[in-house]
């Protein structure tokens, strides 16, 4: 599986845009992206996945480069209850794959 | 929508003692999978279980450790003899529909927090 480096924490304001970068250079051919986000003591909820270029959803954005060597998720005008720990990792994100967590980026959106 | 519950939220126990943490996984779905996070730390892989059978399991999940699929809804994890050590969030996961896609989301349960004293 892709090792998998993000920033440890990010600081942002109310209203702002936040933009996380994903480090993935070992990306296999067929491994897609996917990111989770975490609020404290619950699960990680998906928020979005892609294979290449740009996937939007009613949540965030994800760009991903042509070399597919890093990704980037992006959260419009974030709120106070954006602050949670996101999660990039790199494989097939369902059958039978196990998900592989690190230690994730550490959001703080302040008033 | 649909989502994944566990029961019970938290679970206090004494050591050497049995615990079943349950799942219901969502409907449909054919993949299940145990986690658990110990407190400030990453979110683990425990075991992955298909078709009535484990398909992958971590070497966190010893024999101290079974799942099962006692009927068609739920899912549960069984700790035989819990050690101080097993307390941590335990999250149940499901995906797979009928499509089989390799792109299936994992959707994550809310979680039981087992305490060991």
């Known amino acids: 599986l892709a090792k998998t480096t993000q920033p440890i924490s990010m600081d942002s304001y109310e209203g702002q845009e936040v933009n996380i970068t994903c480090s993935h250079n070992?990306?296999?051919?067929?491994?897609?992206i996917t990111w989770y986000q975490q609020f404290p003591s619950q699960g990680p909820r998906f928020i979005i996945q892609?294979?290449?270029t740009k996937v939007t959803n009613e949540v965030a954005s994800l760009f991903i480069p042509a070399d597919r060597k890093s990704s980037t998720l992006s959260l419009p005008r974030v709120s106070l209850s954006d602050t949670a720990v996101y999660y990039c990792l790199v494989g097939f994100s369902g059958g039978y794959n196990k998900l592989i967590f690190g230690a994730g980026t550490r959001l703080a959106v302040h008033p | 929508e649909p989502e994944v519950t566990q029961t019970p939220s938290h679970q206090v126990t004494q050591m050497g003692q049995e615990v079943i943490l349950r799942c219901v996984p969502i409907s449909n779905h054919l993949y299940f999978y145990w986690y658990r996070q110990i407190l400030g730390q990453k979110v683990e892989f425990l075991v992955s279980?298909?078709?009535?059978?484990?398909?992958?399991k971590s070497e966190i999940f010893d024999d101290q450790f079974s799942v099962e699929r006692p009927d068609g809804s739920n899912f549960t994890l069984k700790i035989r003899s819990t050690k101080l050590e097993d307390s941590a969030m335990y999250f149940c996961?499901?995906?797979?529909?009928?499509?089989?896609?390799?792109?299936?989301?994992?959707?994550f349960g809310p979680g039981t927090r087992l305490t060991v004293l």
């Open positions: 892609g294979y290449k």
């Open positions: 279980f298909y078709n009535n059978e484990i398909s992958e």
């Open positions: 996961a499901s995906s797979g529909d009928t499509s089989l896609s390799s792109t299936d989301t994992q959707y």
């Open positions: 070992n990306i296999a051919t067929n491994d897609y």
